[in-house]
C-alpha cells in the first residue's frame, strides 16, 4: 500500500500560478510512475501529466501542454505539478496518482493503471 498526499491548491486570478506537491508518505515516489489527474464538477476526472520513474519521460494533455509542468525530485520525495496562466477551466480537484506498471508510454494516462491516489487539493481559478 501507498499513501499519497497532494498539498499547494488554492484560489487564484486568472493567468495566475500554482505549484503542486505531492508526497508518498510509505514507500516514497521512487520506483513508481507519477501522474496528476482532475475532476470538475459534474465532470469526469481526465488526465493532466505524468513523468516516468526517473524523469526523463513527460507526457501533458492538449488542454495544459505548454502552461503545466510535471517534475519529480526522488530524493526529496516529491513530485511536482507547476501551473501556470491558469483558466477558469482549470478549475478542477487535482489528484496524484502512483503507478508501478513498467508500459508508461502505453499506460500513462489511463487512470485504471493508478493504483495509488491522494485525497485531492482544490485548485479555484476566479475570472
Known amino acids: 500500500q501507498e499513501q499519497l498526499v497532494e498539498s499547494g491548491g488554492g484560489l487564484v486570478q486568472t493567468g495566475g500560478s500554482l505549484k503542486l506537491s505531492c508526497v508518498a508518505a510509505?514507500?516514497?515516489?521512487?520506483?513508481?510512475?507519477m501522474a496528476w489527474f482532475r475532476q470538475a464538477p459534474g465532470k469526469e476526472r481526465e488526465f493532466v501529466a505524468a513523468?516516468?520513474?526517473?524523469?526523463?519521460?513527460?507526457y501533458e494533455a492538449d488542454s495544459v501542454r505548454g502552461r503545466f509542468t510535471i517534475s519529480r525530485n526522488n530524493p526529496k520525495n516529491v513530485c511536482y505539478l507547476e501551473m501556470n496562466n491558469l483558466k477558469p477551466e482549470d478549475t478542477a480537484v487535482y489528484y496524484c496518482?502512483?503507478?508501478?506498471?513498467?508500459?508508461?508510454?502505453?499506460?500513462?494516462?489511463?487512470?485504471?493503471?493508478?493504483?495509488?491516489w491522494g485525497q485531492g487539493t482544490q485548485v479555484t481559478v476566479s475570472s
Open positions: 496518482a502512483a503507478s508501478r506498471v513498467r508500459e508508461f508510454d502505453r499506460l500513462y494516462g489511463s487512470d485504471s493503471a493508478y493504483p495509488y
Open positions: 513523468v516516468n520513474q526517473i524523469g526523463a519521460g513527460t
Open positions: 510509505v514507500h516514497g515516489i521512487h520506483g513508481y510512475i
